[in-house]
Nanobody, 123 residues
Framework: QVQLVESGGGSVQAGGTLRLSCAASGYTWSSACMGWFRQVPGKAREGVAL????????TYLDSVKGRFTLYTDTAENTMYLQMDDLKPEDSGMYYC????????????????WGQGTQVTVSS
């Protein structure tokens, strides 16, 4: 059974840094199809960082480009989201996802999801 467990969320002031972790059991992070998403109440979940097939395919939400970095540690079997220079608008529940199912319109569907970790950035 696959489990993804996020950690690393918390409350920080604007300009601060957090690193989110997504530890996997029953699943091995490869270079294919993984991502971080965030959701705030009343809004649709949005993809923050996505990697479909290798580092060259990494894409980021425009508002986080240059500040967020998705990477994996194969030894730890963990995916990370390094978040620097955080802004209040980065606040939300962050979810990691693995193993793509395909596209539904413009949305990339994933098979496995974590439970979420809350990020709150105060001004």
């Amino acid at each position: 059974q696959v489990q993804l467990v996020e950690s690393g969320g918390g409350s920080v002031q604007a300009g601060g840094t957090l690193r989110l972790s997504c530890a996997a059991s029953g699943y091995t992070w490869s270079s294919a199809c993984m991502g971080w998403f965030r959701q705030v109440p009343g809004k649709a979940r949005e993809g923050v960082a996505l990697m479909i097939d290798g580092e060259d395919s990494l894409t980021y939400l425009d508002s986080v480009k240059g500040r967020f970095t998705l990477y994996t540690d194969t030894a730890e079997n963990t995916m990370y989201l390094q978040m620097d220079d955080l802004k209040p608008e980065d606040s939300g529940m962050y979810y990691c996802a693995a193993s793509c199912l395909g596209w539904d319109g413009d949305s990339l569907l994933f098979r496995y999801w974590g439970q979420g970790t809350q990020v709150t950035v105060s001004s």
